[in-house]
Every structure is written in structure tokens, then in C-alpha cells.
């Protein structure tokens, strides 16, 4: 009789110990497809930089993206289908710091109204955040853009002297890219929050936004085409405009 517990006992143990084990792993796959995504995310917002800044004539002015603090880029956002308060797209934020740009944090763009430019339409949004008021603002939970920080339409083309003269006096300048159309566009009433899900995903861990946008977090391995494209298009900006 206790030899039957035994191995009763024994098969029991066998079956949760491989339960834990297939837990393990699909929880594992799972965390790895979910850090892909980010990648991805990542990639699409470095590509859509670089395409933007390479356009002639029809890209952000150069001392605008040399006196950028902050940049963020949200990509395929969709406005069609969701109602007031509802989520448009996920994007990321890089910020210069005495070590170059840091690492990326994950933020979330939505509510509001977009405005003609964007219509129904799939667009990419960039945000440039100028001053030092701009970039506090990202350390908050979540902000009101045109309440808790201002928020204008950034001007487009080399050559837009005069906006870029007011626009430099904004806390944040906002662009919205839709089937080929680059333009600043208004998002005042918007929201934009930290995403702390997607963050911790990247991450493996909870970690304060201060401490990524100050640069004392180290890129992880995944953002290197991101904070390549923000180091050349703006480090090739400032050193335009200092020449």
C-alpha cells in the first residue's frame, strides 16, 4: 500500500513539475513575441525619421530638429474607429542626455481630434519636444497637450524662416505624415501618457521614465536602428546649423 502512495505521489510530482516547465516556456515565447513587436515598432520609427528628414524641401527645418530635446514617434496611428478618449497608436521616445540620445521609453498618443490632415487615414506622427518645460512634461503620467504643456503645429521646409522663428518658442511641435503628405498638425486636446505595460515588456522590468530619458539606462539590445536614425538626422542638423 505505501508503495502504490509512493509512486502515486511520484507521478504526481512528474506531471506538475512538466505543467510548471510548459508554463514556463510558453510564458517565455510569449514575452519574446511581445519584445518583437517592440522591435518593430522600434525599426518602423527609424525608418519613418529617416525618410522624413530626407525628403528636399519638404522635411522638419534643420534648427528645429537641432534644438529638439526630445523626439517621439508614433507610427500607423489610425484615427478611424475609435471615439473621444479611445487609443490611436503607440509610439516611442528618445531624449538627448549628456551621453547622446537614451535609451527608448514607450508612450501612448489618443483622444482628441486630429484634424483634416489626417482624415480617416493610417499616419505617422512625430512630436518634438524643444525645451526644457517640454521634456518635464514627459515625465508625468499622463498630459493634455494644449493644458498641461503647449502644443503647436511645427512648420515644414528648410526655407520657413518666420515659423521657425514662433516655433521655437513652443514647448512642443507636432507633424502627422498620411500617404506620402508630411505637414505639422494640431493635436491639442490629445492625450499623451507613459505606457508602463510596453516599457516593462522592453525592459524585463519596472523602470522610472526619468531615469531612460536622462540617460542613465543603457539601449537595450533592439533599439539600435531607432537611436541610430535620431543620432544622424538630428546630430547631422545641429552640425548644419553650427556651421
Not at 537614451?102 to 482624415?119: E, K, M, N
Not at 491639442?188 to 508602463?196: M, R
Not at 541610430?228 to 545641429?238: I, L, M, P, T, Y
Request: hydrophobic share 40%; glycine share 12%; proline share 3%.
Amino acid at each position: 500500500m505505501k508503495l502504490n502512495e509512493e509512486r502515486i505521489l511520484k507521478r504526481q510530482l512528474i506531471s506538475l513539475t512538466s505543467a510548471l516547465i510548459l508554463l514556463m516556456t510558453c510564458s517565455f515565447a510569449k514575452d519574446e513575441s511581445d519584445r518583437e513587436k517592440l522591435r518593430v515598432r522600434l525599426d518602423k520609427a527609424g525608418t519613418i525619421l529617416n525618410e522624413i528628414t530626407s525628403a528636399p524641401d519638404k522635411d522638419v527645418p534643420q534648427e528645429i530638429l537641432a534644438h529638439a530635446q526630445c523626439v517621439g514617434v508614433i507610427p500607423t496611428m489610425m484615427k478611424a474607429g475609435f471615439g473621444i478618449g479611445g487609443e490611436y497608436g503607440q509610439g516611442v521616445v528618445t531624449c538627448r542626455s549628456g551621453k547622446g540620445w537614451s535609451a527608448p521609453a514607450f508612450y501612448r498618443l489618443g483622444g482628441g481630434t486630429f484634424g483634416v490632415q489626417i482624415g480617416g487615414q493610417a499616419v505617422d506622427v512625430v512630436m518634438l519636444f524643444m525645451n526644457d518645460h517640454g521634456v518635464e512634461s514627459l515625465m508625468a503620467h499622463k498630459i493634455k497637450l494644449g493644458a498641461d504643456a503647449s502644443a503647436s503645429a511645427g512648420p515644414v521646409g528648410r526655407t520657413a524662416a518666420a515659423d521657425t522663428n514662433i516655433a521655437m518658442h513652443s514647448e512642443i511641435l507636432t507633424y502627422s505624415r498620411s500617404r506620402g503628405l508630411f505637414a505639422g498638425v494640431s493635436l491639442k486636446g490629445s492625450w499623451f501618457e507613459q505606457n508602463g505595460g510596453d516599457t516593462r515588456t522592453f525592459y524585463g522590468r519596472d523602470i522610472n521614465f526619468r531615469n531612460i530619458l536622462n540617460g542613465s539606462v543603457r539601449p537595450p539590445s533592439g533599439s539600435e536602428q531607432f537611436i541610430s536614425a535620431v543620432r544622424k538626422d538630428f546630430g547631422e542638423a545641429k552640425a548644419a546649423v553650427r556651421d
